[in-house]
């Protein structure tokens, strides 16, 4: 099974994205908008940010997260493609984020939303479906 | 799953889903749209969201969808809804990400003949001097103190700073400044985004337009806005940039205890509301504030590079090419209105989310050069196609609190408009159609195609014959700028 796959939306983007953990989950999500963001980096060398993200429950920690690193894009000018959530908890995670300065063209994704969104446990692990404003 | 049956026809373009439909209504939801704009609604899930913000405490009258609705994240693009205030909520999620996104359109006394010789360099000059894509960076470099007075005072600052006319803000819904802004409510992060993003325009569906006047409907009126057949127009569509993406995802995840805290029950977590007089409610609103003011003087300063970019390049060729302003207008906003309804005078919190305010010939808050005709209502197509100029009405400020449609709203997802359409041909079709591109990202054009969208046209006709916006005229693309 894929880690993530698009769901069709009219106007925006939508991601089901799935883990055999949380934090699993967690990355696959952060792939998943990183991939529909389509922001090209510099072929410089790469950086590393370490972050750490609070919510009162499991689906406004993924929010958060996925906000988190769209707000690192935008104000350090740099693109993530690699993620490693090395703590998870239902609210709260640590972890490493692995990119590179901006080419300019930064992600075009306005913010990931709550829209419909439900963090489930399957018998596989995790699943959620994410819509993103474009 | 909702159906044509689920709803009740009241006019040849009015439909009205029950409150019986799902328990938690608390008033009907209604749709203005023909039949071929309704089958294009039920297409995708943007009806069960109108239904979702029926639910809203404090909703009065009944939630509302203009006929270029279609699905968002929360409330449906192209919804309406007010509550009674002091007891009604205001929700983060219905205003949008986007806060105060909204259409400027600059008109000139120059026909179109004049200025093509010229088109080439002015859709080069818009192009290199108005930043567009994602995370671009303005002219402008604030300090905090600077970007606190941008959030208070909107426009007007720009004025102060010599980058607006004083006609201009006369021009400009609220007058380019939302009463209740307070800086202390937004989030350093918020102003982190925003600090470098004055001046630019940002990707998606955001544009500058070069167009000319096609089609005038009412000629007084249209002359009385300085609009005549064939002379050169700007428009300019954008909103708040990252601060106000920020200053709603920080309320939204914020809402998200708040919501537990007052008892609320919702259908969707997008949704999280609190009652507008609570702290919490104030505190929203006067963040929200402060992005719609960032907002307003991002068009501004978009503006009057805009006109940089016309000197630049018409200078000694063309003479008066002068743009004035026709009007700017939000369409994503919570506004605090007085509304009549039911024959009582009632302060509403009036949530557009992808709609236009449209009010009508004799509103107070109009300047008094308008008061006689409404206020001038902007109404942009999708990238190559017609856009509209209405005016506000006595009908929408009777049936809609004063709301008309704002776009023509998409049809399509933007993965199926990248499979089917190829950015590069379509910028070449539009090219040979007579209209200029100057684009950052072909998918990005792709995405945005005519195809993608209903047919703008259509969608005025409804709310032009309903009576909740009334034609004026028609402008036609002969240059799109985008990110």
Redesign the interface.
């Known amino acids: 099974m894929a880690d993530f796959e ?1 769901i ?6 939508a991601f089901r994205a799935r883990g055999q953990d949380l934090a699993q989950l967690l990355e696959n999500a952060a792939q998943a908008m990183s991939a529909f963001g ?2 090209k980096a510099r072929a410089e060398p790469s950086v590393a940010r370490e972050v750490e993200v609070r ?3 499991r ?2 920690l993924l ?2 997260w996925l ?1 988190e690193i ?2 690192l ?3 350090r ?1 740099e693109i993530y493609d690699r993620f490693q959530v090395s703590e998870a908890s239902d609210s709260h995670l640590r972890a490493k984020l692995y990119g590179r300065p ?1 080419a ?5 994704i ?2 990931a ?5 439900q963090v489930r446990q399957t018998p596989e692990g995790f699943e959620a479906t994410v ?1 993103l ?2 | 799953m909702l159906s044509k049956h689920n709803l009740v026809r009241l006019t040849e373009y009015v439909w009205e889903i029950p409150p019986t439909f799902r328990e938690d209504m608390r008033v009907p939801a209604r749709l203005y749209a023909d039949e071929d704009l309704l089958d294009a609604a039920l297409g995708d899930n943007s009806v069960v969201q109108l239904v979702n913000t029926a639910t809203l405490p404090g909703v009065i009258q009944h939630a509302i969808a203009m006929p270029d609705i279609h699905q968002g994240y929360g409330f449906p693009i192209g919804g309406v809804l007010a509550t009674r205030l002091p007891e009604g909520v205001i929700s983060p999620g219905g205003v949008g990400y986007d806060i105060n996104c909204g259409v400027r359109l600059l008109m000139s006394l120059v026909p179109v003949e004049e200025i093509k010789p010229s088109l080439k360099e002015i859709a080069s000059a818009l192009y290199a001097n108005c930043p567009s894509g994602v995370g671009s960076h303005g002219p402008l470099r604030l300090s905090n103190s600077e970007l606190d007075r941008v959030l208070h005072e909107g426009s007007r600052w720009m004025l102060d700073k010599g980058y607006a006319l004083r006609e201009d803000l006369d021009r400009t819904e609220e007058f380019g400044r939302i009463p209740g802004a307070e800086a202390a409510y937004v989030s350093d992060r918020a102003k982190e985004r925003g600090r470098n993003q004055l001046g630019t325009l940002g990707a998606g569906n955001h544009f500058i337009e070069v167009d000319q006047v096609a089609e005038v409907y009412d000629q007084s009126t249209a002359a009385r806005l300085g609009i005549h057949p064939g002379n050169v127009a700007v428009q300019i569509h954008c909103g708040s940039r990252g601060l106000g993406h920020q200053v709603c995802e920080d309320y939204v995840s914020r809402f998200q205890k708040t919501v537990k805290d007052y008892g609320i029950v919702l259908p969707d977590r997008e949704l999280v509301c609190a009652p507008f007089e609570s702290t919490e409610g104030q505190e929203y609103f006067h963040a929200m504030a402060c992005a719609a003011n960032f907002a307003f003087a991002n068009r501004q300063l978009l503006a009057h590079l805009i006109r940089s970019s016309f000197e630049e390049a018409l200078a000694g060729q063309v003479s008066n090419f002068h743009l004035h302003q026709v009007y700017d207008i939000a369409h994503n906003m919570a506004k605090i209105e007085e509304h009549n309804v039911a024959g009582h005078s009632m302060r509403l919190c009036v949530h557009r989310k992808g709609a236009t305010r449209a009010f009508g010939p004799g509103s107070a808050v109009l300047p008094d050069d308008l008061r006689e005709i409404g206020q001038p209502v902007l109404i942009p197509g999708s990238m190559g196609t017609a856009s509209y100029v209405l005016a506000g009405t006595a009908g929408a400020m009777q049936e809609t609190f004063g709301s008309t449609c704002h776009g023509a709203g998409r049809v399509m997802s933007r993965a199926k408009a990248k499979k089917m359409v190829n950015g590069a041909e379509l910028r070449q079709e539009l090219q040979s159609r007579g209209i200029l591109v100057r684009a950052g990202s072909m998918s990005g054009l792709a995405e945005e195609a005519p195809a993608a969208y209903k047919d703008v046209s259509r969608v005025v006709d409804v709310v032009h014959k309903v009576g909740i916006g009334k034609k004026i005229a028609k402008l036609e693309p002969i240059a799109v700028i985008k990110g």
């Open positions: 698009e069709e939306h009219t106007a925006d983007w389509r922001a919510g009162i429950d689906e406004t929010v958060n906000n769209l707000y894009e935008q104000t000018d901006s300019g063209t930064g992600s075009h306005k913010a939303t709550f829209h419909n969104l819509v404003d474009v």
